[in-house]
């Protein structure tokens, strides 16, 4: 009896060892990417239009989705049929009314011009082959109104984690791609230990000239 309580011990032991090694190698997400404080930095009001390109698995799209209410509108853009697929079941699965999943292709959002408050990419511009980011950011500008912002979060190229360590794109890169865009920096966020988070936005149009 006392040597079965033993192995027992022992069992429960290396479980708990186990786990707790697994947790310090790998940090859960939720412990640096602060989802909740970046979503209320985006600052969106309820009825906002706003894209989520590269979406995922929808990290961030449901809480988008929630930022904006129901008159509010979220495009989830994903060039992998698979993590839209997982994203449109959970749209069906749990009706949700504002959210979209758009198919779409590495250069081209599939989204309309002039259409958006905001379009929000994080971690994936570094997943895009660096002859195509800057024919992505375009179309992405292009979807934006005038008076819109671009928000860009994607890792800080000496981010002391595991993840693309080669083919991190410096911050200094990001801000070009939007600027050739037609973006203007406006703010940038300094609170997140692995990334750069920058705010961009797109100048308002300028009034008809009537002469
Ligand atoms: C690391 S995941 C990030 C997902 C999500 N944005 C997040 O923060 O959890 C990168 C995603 O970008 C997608 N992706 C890569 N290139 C893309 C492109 N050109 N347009 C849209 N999505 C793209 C990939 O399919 C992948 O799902």
Not at 1 to 8: D, E, F, G, P, T
Not at 63 to 85: Q, R
Not at 152 to 171: C, S, T
Request: charged share 25%; aromatic share 8%.
């Amino acid at each position: 009896m006392k040597i079965v309580n033993a192995r027992r011990l022992f069992g429960v032991l290396v479980a708990v060892g186990l786990c707790a090694s697994l947790c310090m190698a790998a940090p859960s997400r939720e412990s640096w990417q602060h989802r909740d404080r970046v979503v209320g930095d985006l600052n969106l009001q309820a009825g906002d239009s706003i894209a989520d390109i590269g979406c995922g698995s929808g990290y961030f799209t449901f809480h988008l989705a929630k930022a904006v209410g129901n008159t509010g509108k979220i495009y989830a853009t994903e060039i992998s049929e698979k993590a839209l697929k997982s994203v449109a079941n959970r749209v069906a699965r749990d009706k949700i009314a504002n959210v979209a999943c758009v198919q779409s292709d590495p250069t081209d959002t599939k989204l309309k011009a002039d259409t958006l408050d905001a379009a929000f990419i994080c971690n994936v511009l570094h997943h895009v082959p660096a002859s195509a980011r800057a024919a992505l950011v375009k179309d992405i500008a292009k979807a934006i109104k005038p008076g819109g912002v671009f928000f860009i979060v994607d890792w800080r190229v000496d981010a002391k984690i595991k993840y693309d360590l080669n083919r991190r794109v410096p911050r200094d890169d990001l801000i070009k791609l939007a600027k050739d865009a037609g973006l203007e920096l406006d703010a940038e966020f300094f609170y997140l230990t692995h990334q750069v988070f920058l705010r961009f936005a797109k100048p308002a149009a300028k009034p008809a000239d009537k002469s």
